[in-house]
C-alpha cells in the first residue's frame, strides 16, 4: 500500500507539471508558493509594492538600489519594511553562511538551526540554479555550502510517462525536464540573465512575456454549487488553443459582468474546494506551515479519478498565472522542488514531518 502511495504522488506530479502552462510559468508557481497565505487578500499580496508601477517603472534598477536584502533569504524588500516580506525575518539579522558578504557591523548572525519552520523553508529559493558550461553541458550549481546527499526527480526514461523515480543527483539532471525531455541551449542563455535579479525584476519580465501572448479570453460558465465538478470538467476538456487564454467567469443563475471580481471569486471558491480534506486529494502535512502535499491514498479516498483531478490542478495553476491571480494555499516545500526538478535532501523532511526529520537526524549523528 505505501508503495502505491509513492507511485500515485510520482504520477500526480508529471500530470501536474505536464497540464501548466510552460516552465517559466512554474518558476512563478514557486515564487508564489514560498509567499504565506492568511485569511486576509492584502496580507498574501506579495507584490502589493508593485501596485501601481508600470512595467517600466518596476524594471528600473534604481528602485532595487534603495532595498535591503533579508540576511536569511536574500530577499529584497522596500525600504519601509523592517522585516522581510517573505520569512519576516528582522532587518539586521544574518544567516552565519553570508556573514562574509558585506553587511551592517551590527547585524546580529544567527545559525542555521536557529531558523523557524518560515524562515527555513525560504533559505533554499536560490539555493540551487542551472548553468551550462563552454561545452554546452548543463551541470547544478549551489549557492551555497549544501550537506549531501541530494537527489532529484526524474523520468526514468526520455519522454515517459507515468513513470517517475528518485536518483542520486548529477549534472545531467539539470540537462532534462522533469518530463526527461532536453532543455534547448536558448533556454539556458535566457535563464542566465534572469537567475541573479530580484523578484521585481523577475515578475516584470514573466509580466512582458505574458503581455507579448496577445492573449483571447474562455468563457467559463459554471453554477456555484457545482463549481467543483464543472471546472474540472471544464478544465480538462479545453480545446489546446484555450489553454493559454484569459479566464472570464459566468455564474450560472447570478447576475453581474465578471470585471475582475466574479474570475477572483471563482478561483477562491474552487481553491478551497479542491483543498477540502473530505475531497482527499491534498493532505495538510505541515500545520505549522499551513502547507500541503499530495495524498498518497488520493485513489483510495477521492476515487479512480483521481489523477484526472490533479491534471486539472495543474491547468488551474497554469491559468492562476496568466489571469495574475494569487491561490489561497500553499504547497509544501519539497513538492514544488520536485516540480520544478530541483535537488532535494534530507532537509526538505522537515517541511512534510518535523518529528521524522529529527529522528532521521538522531540516527544520523
Known sequence: MEEAGFSS??????????SSIGGFLIVYVAIIGYSRWTNRASESDYVAHLHGLK?????????????????VCRFANIKENESCMLCET?????????????????????????????????????????????????????????????YVIESEYACAEMNLVINQLTDASAGKTLQGELLPLWWFRQLKTLVDLNFSLKYAWLLGQISSLHMKYAQLKVYRDKIFDESLCILLHMEPENLCTLT????LGESGVDAGGIQREWYTVLTIAIFEPARGLFVLENKKENAYFLNPNSAIDY??????????????????????????????LPLFKAILGTPLSMEDVRHIDEATYNSLVYLQD
Not at 556573514?99 to 524562515?119: C, F
Open 9 to 18: 504522488v510520482f504520477t500526480a506530479i508529471l500530470l501536474i507539471v505536464g
Open 55 to 71: 512595467r517600466e517603472d518596476i524594471e528600473d534598477e534604481s528602485l532595487e538600489k534603495a532595498k535591503w536584502l533579508c540576511g
Open 90 to 150: 528582522k532587518r539586521g539579522i544574518l544567516l552565519d553562511v553570508f556573514a562574509s558578504d558585506p553587511s551592517p557591523t551590527d547585524a546580529h548572525v544567527i545559525q542555521y538551526e536557529q531558523l523557524n519552520s518560515l524562515q527555513a523553508g525560504a533559505v533554499p529559493r536560490k539555493q540551487w540554479h542551472r548553468g551550462i558550461d563552454i561545452a554546452g553541458r548543463a551541470f547544478w550549481k549551489a549557492t551555497d555550502v549544501v550537506v549531501g546527499p541530494n
Open 248 to 251: 472570464r467567469v459566468t455564474m
Open 303 to 332: 476515487g479512480r479519478d483521481h489523477l484526472l483531478c490533479f491534471q486539472a490542478v495543474g491547468r488551474l495553476l497554469g491559468r492562476a498565472i496568466l489571469d495574475g491571480q494569487v491561490l489561497p494555499f500553499r504547497l509544501c
